[in-house]
């Protein structure tokens, strides 16, 4: 588990092909592997990935044909910058919130401004995961945890403060960047919890007004 606080920008330093998947290197620059072991996970731009090799600068890890194509594991090339965690300690402030390091799936910046000291982004999600997306709530991008600010359908607002943007790869996002989405695993959790496990396999939620008000969290 991890927090979605950023600890450390990496870089991609090799990706070799294994076998139909792909086996990459990443450069960990000032984050401190000292209490890192093989078997530990990594969330690299949001992806949790098992070391298996420490090298001394960073890590190697194995990435999955799922992964692949499911993240934006695909876009990478050498020398694409990464935002890195470490796995969460139970001594840990949880900073953030409660992030797996599952990706659901891939989002795109479709505008940015400034607006003072801060930038304002606004990402398209999947429509399928639009559902899980509230106002005020947390979301994942690229492993960093955030706070939506606004949302109109399957588009969402962020403002990121300046102290994110040099922290992290934010600041190296236009239009156009496809980014790796986490939606809250409690949203996920609730939604199986209110429909009892029986929900369809078409993205298609039976969750509603008239549901909530059913079951008391709601007024029609």
């Known amino acids: 588990m991890f927090t979605g606080i950023i600890e450390a920008v990496g870089e991609v330093a090799a990706l070799e092909p294994k076998s139909g998947d792909l086996r990459v290197r990443i450069k960990t620059g000032k984050l401190d592997l000292s209490d890192v072991q093989l078997g530990d996970s990594i969330a690299t731009n949001g992806v949790c990935l098992t070391v298996v090799d420490l090298p001394g600068d960073g890590y190697w890890a194995d990435v999955s ?4 194509a499911l993240t934006t594991v695909k876009q990478w090339k050498i020398g694409s910058k990464v935002n890195l965690e470490k796995a969460l300690m139970p001594q840990s402030r949880l900073g953030g919130h409660i ?53 109109s359908g399957n588009e969402f607002q962020l403002t990121i403060v300046p102290h994110t943007i040099a922290e992290t790869i934010i600041g190296t996002y236009k239009t156009g960047t496809k980014v790796n989405l986490e939606v809250d695993v409690i949203a996920r959790y609730l939604e199986r919890l209110l429909t009892g496990g029986t929900e369809n396999h078409n993205n298609h939620s039976k969750i509603d007004i008239n549901f909530l008000a059913e079951h008391g969290f709601a007024k029609n």
Do not use: C, M, W
């Open 99 to 151: 992030v797996s390091g599952h990706v659901d799936g891939l989002g795109e910046v479709i505008s940015r401004e400034t607006e003072a000291r801060a930038e304002q982004f606004r990402i398209r999600a999947p429509q399928e995961l639009a559902k899980y997306i509230a106002h005020k709530g947390s979301i994942t991008i690229d492993g960093t945890s955030l706070t939506v600010n606004a949302v």
């Open 65 to 68: 044909v799922e992964t692949i």
